[in-house]
């Protein structure tokens, strides 16, 4: 069971390249999300997912694309990079059990410097 | 939207003694704060959680506690061991079934043997 997984682990980008980073998840969890981590911070959420086929911004979702295909890929795509998206990103899902939350597991991260 | 703030932003404590982490969130329609570690190089992982119907949760050296009138929640840790250093992260879940989360600033836990 692997879990989450994110790929690259690391990239670097020049100013306007678009890029997709990649997350598949294997426990059939329903929710998917996208998650930027920058010093001082914390954790903000970029998209997230409900399901197969919706999507909907989080907190900071400019400059980012996301869709849902498939319960197990989530795919983060930045159209234009610039140096302001510099930053580790971590892709979790989550279940749901009896309309209570359920615990999320996230990635191992990928480390984006744009150049 | 929901705002929660985390202190302090860093913390050293002597190993055995307890450290203690708080958070305090705005939105009252929360009802799920879980704690995340994380260790260097990797994603955070849940260490405990809460929901809105109990005030307080234990598991080992961990426990957690919830005050929702005045909504704030805290993470108490005992006897800390050199391995507890790492940084910790609050959250609130917000929106229909909760599927969002969001996250305190970090705590930077120090240790010192």
């Known amino acids: 069971n692997a879990g989450v997984t994110q790929t690259p682990k690391f990239q670097v980008l020049k100013t306007g390249q678009s890029m997709t980073l990649q997350c598949a998840q294997d426990?059939?969890?329903?929710?998917m999300s996208w998650y930027r981590q920058d010093p001082g911070m914390g954790l903000r959420l970029i998209h997230y997912?409900?399901?197969?086929?919706?999507?909907d911004q989080g907190e900071v979702p400019n400059g980012y694309n996301v869709s849902r295909s498939t319960t197990e890929d989530f795919p983060l795509r930045l159209l234009s990079a610039a140096p302001s998206q510099t930053s580790v990103y971590f892709c979790?899902?989550?279940?749901?059990?009896?309309?209570?939350?359920?615990?999320?597991?996230f990635g191992q991260g990928t480390r984006l410097t744009v150049v | 939207g929901e705002n929660v703030e985390q202190h302090p932003s860093t913390l050293s404590v002597q190993e055995g003694d307890s450290a203690v982490i708080k958070c305090t969130y705005s939105?009252?329609?929360?009802?799920?704060f879980p704690w995340y570690k994380q260790e260097l190089g990797k994603g955070p992982q849940l260490i405990i959680d809460?929901?809105?119907?109990?005030g307080e949760k234990k598991d080992q050296r961990i426990a957690v506690t919830l005050n929702k009138t005045a909504k704030h929640f805290s993470l108490h840790i005992t006897e800390t061991q050199p391995e507890d250093s790492a940084v910790y992260f609050c959250?609130?879940?917000?929106?229909?079934?909760?599927?969002?989360?969001?996250f305190g600033a970090g705590t930077i836990l120090r240790v010192k043997s």
């Open positions: 979790a899902s989550k279940g749901q059990f009896g309309g209570w939350d359920t615990e999320a597991f």
């Open positions: 426990m059939n969890h329903e929710y």
């Open positions: 997912s409900v399901g197969a086929g919706i999507t």
């Open positions: 939105d009252s329609a929360s009802n799920y």
């Open positions: 809460i929901r809105s119907n109990v």
């Open positions: 959250a609130a879940s917000i929106g229909e079934y909760g599927n969002k989360l969001v």
